[in-house]
């Protein structure tokens, strides 16, 4: 991992439902499902392969996503860049774009995150949220 200040290189992001993000909120930290059960919290960099995540996992989804915009070197567990699992079933558009997917493997503390965004869809296709929110604003 690089910390040279640039954006694509020290941001990452995480979708979930927005229901789901509440439910696994605590006073300073978010613990995804997938920490429970995978033992991480899967993370993504990048609009073309958040995109496609977004397609092969979320395109079900009836609840409104989130993105949240998480800054690196503020994380406070352990990431690690790791190739991607396939999951049967699930498109795998995202690991043609991408050989590594951050990993966060702990709770992600709040503070990391520096953003809170919606995807949207247009023409049946998901888009990236225009406007990232203050966590604060969003009422964590």
Do not use: Q, W
Not at 56 to 61: L, R
Not at 130 to 137: H, R
């Amino acid at each position: 991992m690089t910390k040279s200040g640039k954006e694509e290189e020290s941001t990452i992001f995480h979708i979930a439902t927005e229901p789901n993000f509440r439910s696994c909120l605590s006073d300073d930290f978010y613990e995804a499902d997938s920490l429970k059960t995978e033992g991480f919290i899967h993370c993504t960099s990048g609009e073309s392969v958040l995109l496609a995540v977004a397609e092969n996992y979320f395109s079900e989804a009836t609840d409104p996503l989130l993105v949240l915009k998480i800054d690196l070197p503020k994380v406070k567990h352990e990431v690690r860049f790791e190739p991607p699992a396939t999951v049967e079933g699930v498109g795998k558009s995202h690991v043609e774009l991408a050989s590594l997917f951050p990993h966060i493997y702990g709770p992600l503390n709040i503070s990391a995150i520096s953003g809170i965004g919606f995807i949207s869809r247009s023409d049946g296709k998901f888009v990236c949220p225009k406007d990232f929110v203050d966590p604060k604003t969003f009422g964590i």
